[in-house]
């Protein structure tokens, strides 16, 4: 199997939060697959950088499947490490190749196929999910045949879809944002995003909220240190947590079985 990871960050964005003990989100997304698909050959781009070499759309036809990872940035922000990528996501549903992504994944492809993501009104998700229940055609979806009941995800996002793309189907939602899967159609492609995160790890949250402790408390997600730490302390505390969130097989089951619906090319 042949697959794309697309980095979602800047350089700038990931190098720094590499250098200060964190997993860049393409190196996560390698991890993962190395679980679901040990012996696929895995390459990555990094469309954010202007000096990023990106493959044309002959190129990318030679892929099975694209993978979008999470991102730092804000889709509404016209600077070129988003323009760029959403640029690309155009090459990207041109191409035909059946597309996944995480968070941003799906914002990103929310976008170039004519939806809108806006700031949640209901704040930032951050840390265990509310619990996501599906929708019916959710229920009927092979990507969540694994979900029979309400699971909850590692999540961190403070945009969300606030009006679907036409030729989308929305398959998951939760209290804090109606979207939280969903499938778009749009050009070739088909493509199937979540807006939480099933290729974190613990403690990729666990370092994200101690990495930008500071920013959430300006921000307003917590009131001090001392509340911040509680919040890390009960993510560390794994008998209090939902299995869905501490078995790392339940958690990334979605991307699983998109993957298992690949066709591999000759």
């Not at 964190?22 to 954010?48: C, N, S, T, W």
């Not at 990106?54 to 694209?66: Q, R």
């Not at 045949?145 to 998951?172: M, T, W, Y």
């Not at 613990?202 to 408390?217: G, K, N, V």
């Amino acid at each position: 199997m042949h697959l794309l990871i697309v980095e979602g960050n800047s350089k700038e964005i990931w190098a720094k939060r590499e250098a200060s003990g964190g997993v860049p989100y393409h190196k996560r997304f390698l991890a993962m697959l190395k679980i679901l698909q040990p012996v696929a050959d895995v390459e990555v781009v990094f469309p954010a950088e202007d000096d990023s070499s990106l493959p044309s759309i002959n190129k990318l036809k030679t892929f099975d499947g694209i993978l979008w990872t999470g991102s730092s940035l804000y889709i509404n922000d016209p600077i070129p490490a988003v323009t760029r990528q959403l640029a690309f996501a155009e090459d990207v549903f041109e191409s035909g190749v059946p597309i996944y992504g995480s968070c941003w994944g799906l914002q990103i492809a929310t976008m170039v196929a004519g939806g809108q993501v806006s700031t949640s009104p209901n704040g930032r998700e951050l840390g265990v999910s509310k619990p996501i229940e599906l929708t019916e055609a959710g229920k009927n979806h092979p990507y969540f045949q694994g979900r029979k009941e309400k699971f909850n995800a590692l999540c961190i996002h403070l945009d969300e879809v606030v009006q679907p793309p036409k030729n989308s189907i929305i398959l998951a939602r939760n209290d804090h944002s109606e979207v939280q899967a969903m499938t778009i159609k749009y050009k070739n492609s088909d493509f199937f995003g979540v807006q939480y995160h099933p290729e974190f790890q613990l403690s990729d949250m666990i370092f994200i909220i101690q990495y930008l402790c500071d920013f959430l408390i300006d921000e307003g997600r917590f009131k001090s240190v001392k509340i911040a730490s509680d919040f890390i302390s009960e993510l560390q505390d794994k008998n209090k947590l939902p299995k869905s969130v501490t078995n790392y097989l339940l958690h990334i089951q979605e991307v699983k079985y998109w993957l298992n619906t690949l066709a591999i090319k000759d």
